[in-house]
Structures are given as C-alpha cells and as structure tokens.
C-alpha cells in the first residue's frame, strides 16, 4: 500500500492567558470596560504550513521549545483538528505520543487496552487477536485486571506502548524515543521501535537528540514559530539549525 501525509495552509491558533483564566464573571465586567486591557494573546502555534511526506520517507522535525513541532505531530494523529487549511493521510496511523493518555484511571487494564486500542483504531477482531501478545510483551500478567490508577509510571507506560506499537502501521508518528520502565523492558523496546521504523512505509519524528534524527531520518524539517524554515537533506539542515543557535 502507498502511504501519503498531506498538510496543506495548516493554521492552528491558541490563546494565552497573561494571568489566571478570567471567569465568567471578570470576562463580563471587562467586556463592558471601553478601554479594558487585554489579559491574554492569541498566537499560531502553526502558521499556514503546507508539507508533503511520501511512502519510504523518514522525516524528522527539529526546532527550538515552542515551535510547533510536537503540535504538528498531533494534528496528523488527528488530536486537534485544523483550524485552517487540510490534512490528507493514506494509511494507518500509530502514534508514539503521550502514550497512554487516554487511559480511564479506574478502568482495568484489560479494559483500557480495548479502549484505547479502538481509539487508535484498532477492531474489535484486531484486538481480541492481539490481546495476549500486549499483555505479554507489558508483563503486565498479574496486573491486567487491576484498575491502572494503582498503576505504577513504568506499569502505564509498558501498557500504553504495547498498545500503540502492537500491529505494524503505515504510518509511524513519534514525539521523542520511548523511555520509561527498567533496563530490560527499555531494551525490549528500542528493538521494537526499530522494527516499527524499518517497516513502516512513513516514519515522523520530533527529537532534540540531533545525532539520532540523522542516524534514522532520510529527510528533515526545520521549524521555527509554526512555519517551516527549511526542509531537505539531514546533515545540511541540522548544521545551519545548529549554526542559527550560536
């Protein structure tokens, strides 16, 4: 299957507040001021931004805190929708973000995976098949039906993982490399993300580890207050990144 990423004039804009959020109340009362001072700004976070990745592409996505990296990764997991613009995607998505964050606390761990695995759309078919091989590769054995809010950090995010990386996708989207768990099971992990890269027909990352983007990338964006700065071959465009920060 040929798998396709299409961004086209993206825009999403967010609101920032000065001070606390106001209340209804304060909202009102400065609604009626004449020459109320705005408590807040509205900024893009990404700034009509038009990308396309194609099959076989691994493209890494660096720039400064802020700059919009991990809000684009989110918009192609279809985590926030575009405010302006499109966003066209041929293939399975299995994004590698906030791993775990849809999970109930006070749902078990079986019926998390069933949950969050139908939000990363997965079938029910898929998953009954599937349901042994994450709870094995989790070692979760003797906890999978224990509600995951007595769940240690390492336990949600062994269960979160395995979940998202379960069934080799189209599309591979990562926000940084896994980390979380003891040495063994960060180990096991490592293997399977690279299995995931070397068999996805895309691979998306964000990653301050520079060295690693161009050890796994074929193709990189530079992106700066939501717009792209530059975009090509790996080693060029990290060193005039880099040379921009001195």
Request: glycine share 8%.
């Amino acid at each position: 299957m040929s798998s396709s990423i299409l961004v086209k004039d993206l825009a999403i804009q967010f609101r920032v507040y000065h001070n606390r959020a106001p209340s209804l109340k304060e909202g009102f009362a400065n609604f009626l001021k004449p020459n109320a001072v705005s408590q807040y700004e509205d900024f893009f976070a990404i700034k009509n931004l038009t990308l396309k990745i194609v099959s076989g592409e691994r493209v890494g996505i660096i720039g400064a805190n802020g700059a919009g990296k991990s809000t684009l990764l989110k918009v192609l997991c279809r985590i926030y929708e575009p405010q302006k613009g499109s966003l066209i995607i041929n293939g399975k998505i299995a994004p590698l973000i906030e791993i775990g964050a849809g999970f109930h606390p006070d749902f078990t761990g079986r019926e998390n995976l069933f949950l969050n695995g139908a939000i990363l759309g997965y079938s029910k078919k898929e998953l009954l098949r599937i349901e042994k091989e994450i709870i094995s590769f989790a070692e979760l054995q003797n906890f999978i039906d224990t509600p995951v809010k007595y769940y240690s950090t390492g336990m949600h995010l062994r269960l979160g993982f395995a979940i998202a990386t379960a069934v080799n996708p189209d599309i591979l989207v990562l926000d940084e490399m896994f980390a979380g768990g003891d040495s063994s099971f960060i180990k096991k992990a490592t293997d399977r993300m690279h299995q995931l890269i070397s068999s996805a027909n895309i691979m998306v990352m964000v990653s301050h580890q520079l060295e690693l983007v161009e050890s796994l990338c074929t193709r990189v964006v530079w992106i700066d207050k939501g717009e792209i700065i530059a975009d090509g071959y790996p080693g060029k465009i990290i060193s005039s990144y880099l040379t921009s920060k001195r």
